[in-house]
């Protein structure tokens, strides 16, 4: 048996299981999968899908990505930076069409997933470009069926997610705050948008209007078997200057404001506890530190140009980078 590092059984299926799990496809997944098709840019149904959850092989189930490493390509056709599990998707070169590129598979049944490229964002810079069709999508709430469960796993076991947390952090600019988490050992993704205030989905032209209350945040998500909350914690007050209050560097105003927004009281404590370390240390001599704490309420996305902007266009920050500092 082959087993991946999660902990599935990745052992290669033979021709006839192969055969007979592609009887139940839709004529447009078994003209993907079986016969490496590409469906019609901008048309499959996962495309636009922005919920939490899975993406498994719609042949066998393996679980292929996670929403946490999808971003919008602009391409037209489902785009993740990484693989739920490397050992999960198979790469193969492919000289079709007087072209050469790097086909991609479902490692367990060989069915034909797309491509991957070389463009695609930090941390990888990889963007496996997937046909909607050569997928199956489960919400964190749903249960996975047997086949996409890890070996071991109860029949009737919740639903298996990725292990991964989620934190949020505010440090002034969201630029740099963003592109310096996301260069952590541990971290899948940092996404830039607006935390803590009274308007819904706001717009950058209100933030900055100062009327909605919100702050320029960082949404986190790390696997705590790689990285603890308190090294993000220790990196987070490497980055930025919290005595700072309400301003940080040359941006002045209330959205760029020092602030730890806590997902449960465990991260609320370890938070509160940081902080009062930091202060005995002395580190920041005589000066308060005026860093808030808060319950995380919802964290809204920021548009598209905000997200990867210094990675997008070079563009230094005054953030300090807090993975090379002593």
Same mark, same amino acid.
């Given at each position: 048996?082959?087993?991946?590092?999660?902990?599935?059984?990745?052992?290669?299926?033979?021709?006839?299981?192969?055969?007979?799990?592609?009887?139940?496809?839709?004529?447009?997944?078994?003209?993907?999968?079986?016969?490496?098709?590409?469906?019609?840019?901008?048309?499959?149904?996962?495309?636009?899908?922005?919920?939490?959850?899975?993406?498994?092989?719609?042949?066998?189930?393996?679980?292929?990505?996670?929403?946490?490493?999808?971003?919008?390509?602009?391409?037209?056709?489902?785009?993740?930076?990484?693989?739920?599990?490397?050992?999960?998707?198979?790469?193969?070169?492919?000289?079709?069409?007087?072209?050469?590129?790097?086909?991609?598979?479902?490692?367990?049944?060989?069915?034909?997933?797309?491509?991957?490229?070389?463009?695609?964002?930090?941390?990888?810079?990889?963007?496996?470009?997937?046909?909607?069709?050569?997928?199956?999508?489960?919400?964190?709430?749903?249960?996975?069926?047997?086949?996409?469960?890890?070996?071991?796993?109860?029949?009737?076991?919740?639903?298996?997610?990725?292990?991964?947390?989620?934190?949020?952090?505010?440090?002034?600019?969201?630029?740099?705050?963003?592109?310096?988490?996301?260069?952590?050992?541990?971290?899948?993704?940092?996404?830039?948008?607006?935390?803590?205030?009274?308007?819904?989905?706001?717009? #950058?032209? +209100?933030?900055?209007?100062?009327? !909605? %209350?919100? @702050?320029?945040? =960082?949404?986190?998500?790390?696997?705590?078997?790689?990285?603890?909350?308190?090294?993000?914690?220790?990196?987070?007050?490497?980055?930025?200057?919290?005595?700072?209050?309400?301003?940080?560097?040359?941006?002045?105003?209330?959205?760029?404001?020092?602030?730890?927004?806590?997902?449960?009281?465990?991260?609320?404590?370890?938070?509160?506890?940081?902080?009062?370390?930091?202060?005995?240390?002395?580190?920041?001599?005589?000066?308060?530190?005026?860093?808030?704490?808060?319950?995380?309420?919802?964290?809204?996305?920021?548009?598209? #140009?905000? +997200?990867?902007?210094?990675?997008? !266009? %070079?563009? @230094?920050?005054? =953030?300090?980078?807090?993975?090379?500092?002593?």
């Amino acid at each position: 048996m082959n087993k991946s590092k999660s902990n599935y059984d990745v052992t290669p299926l033979g021709r006839d299981a192969v055969a007979e799990l592609a009887k139940k496809l839709s004529p447009e997944s078994y003209r993907v999968t079986q016969t490496a098709g590409t469906e019609r840019a901008f048309c499959g149904d996962l495309v636009d899908n922005h919920l939490e959850g899975t993406y498994t092989c719609v042949v066998c189930g393996l679980p292929l990505f996670s929403s946490n490493s999808k971003f919008d390509s602009g391409t037209g056709w489902p785009s993740f930076f990484q693989p739920f599990d490397p050992l999960h998707v198979s790469e193969h070169a492919d000289t079709s069409h007087g072209m050469r590129r790097v086909e991609i598979n479902c490692a367990r049944c060989a069915g034909h997933l797309g491509h991957v490229f070389d463009d695609g964002p930090r941390p990888t810079g990889l963007r496996y470009c997937l046909n909607s069709a050569s997928l199956r999508f489960f919400e964190n709430s749903e249960r996975l069926p047997p086949e996409s469960q890890p070996l071991g796993a109860a029949q009737n076991a919740p639903t298996t997610k990725p292990k991964t947390e989620v934190a949020y952090f505010a440090g002034g600019c969201f630029w740099g705050v963003e592109h310096y988490f996301q260069l952590g050992e541990g971290v899948i993704s940092a996404e830039s948008g607006y935390m803590q205030g009274r308007t819904e989905n706001p717009t #950058y032209e +209100q933030i900055c209007s100062h009327s !909605t %209350g919100h @702050a320029e945040a =960082v949404k986190v998500v790390f696997d705590p078997a790689r990285i603890s909350f308190r090294r993000l914690l220790e990196a987070f007050f490497v980055m930025h200057d919290p005595t700072q209050l309400n301003y940080q560097g040359p941006d002045y105003g209330d959205q760029y404001r020092s602030g730890i927004f806590t997902v449960d009281a465990e991260q609320e404590r370890a938070a509160k506890a940081y902080i009062a370390e930091l202060a005995q240390s002395g580190r920041h001599g005589k000066r308060p530190i005026v860093t808030v704490v808060e319950a995380a309420k919802k964290f809204w996305p920021a548009e598209n #140009y905000h +997200q990867d902007y210094i990675a997008k !266009t %070079g563009r @230094a920050c005054h =953030v300090t980078n807090p993975w090379t500092s002593k």
